[in-house]
């Protein structure tokens, strides 16, 4: 079993920045992808990024330029740093890992999820 813990989401003014972080434990998988998804109040939940152990990255276009994923496998940690951040950037956010080696962008292709970081910006 993997447990994901997210942490460093708050509130932030548009134009701003935030750096989430993810540290996984349990039975972890050095070769595994992860993920950023992000889920506002009345939608479902969406792809934001992804990045495998060879360190390939995908981003949605809505985030594109402004998010970017990395990982510390010393740490077990993934981050997504957010800069230019927008009021529709608003969301709970969520990581997530699948023991596979390519980089995944959907929700059905990741086996565990943390409980999620709230993002809140204001305009």
């Known amino acids: 079993q993997v447990q994901l813990v997210e942490s460093g989401g708050g509130l932030v003014q548009a134009g701003g920045s935030l750096r989430l972080s993810c540290a996984a434990s349990g039975r972890t998988f050095s070769m595994a992808t992860m993920g950023w998804f992000r889920q506002a109040p009345g939608k479902e939940r969406e792809f934001v990024a992804t990045?495998?152990?060879?360190?390939?990255?995908a981003y949605a276009d809505s985030v594109k330029g402004r998010f970017t994923i990395s990982r510390d496998d010393a740490k077990n940690t993934v981050y997504l740093q957010m800069n230019s951040l927008k009021p529709e950037d608003t969301a709970v956010y969520y990581c997530a890992t699948v023991q596979q080696l390519t980089i995944a962008t959907m929700r059905g292709q990741y086996d565990y999820w943390g409980q999620g970081t709230q993002v809140t910006v204001s305009s």
């Open positions: 990045i495998n152990w060879g360190r390939s990255t």
